[in-house]
């Protein structure tokens, strides 16, 4: 889990609620936009940051030290 622990913009913290909507998302099959509604997550902002995160970690851990 990469998702920062605030909102860039208002400061809010967002990162407790990112394994919930990470299961409901990819797992459940449900819209991302009604989970972030039913989540309480009304910020334009804040919503931002659950939809425009991209798990890079994989990735970034295949070049670590040889």
Known sequence: MMIPVRCFSCGQVV???WEEYAK???VDKEEPGKVLDSMGIKR????RMFIGNV???DNIISYGRR
Not at 44 to 47: F, I, S
């Open 15 to 17: 990162a407790d609620r």
């Open 55 to 57: 798990e890079l970690i």
């Open 24 to 26: 409901r998302v990819n």
């Open 44 to 47: 334009y902002c804040c919503r």
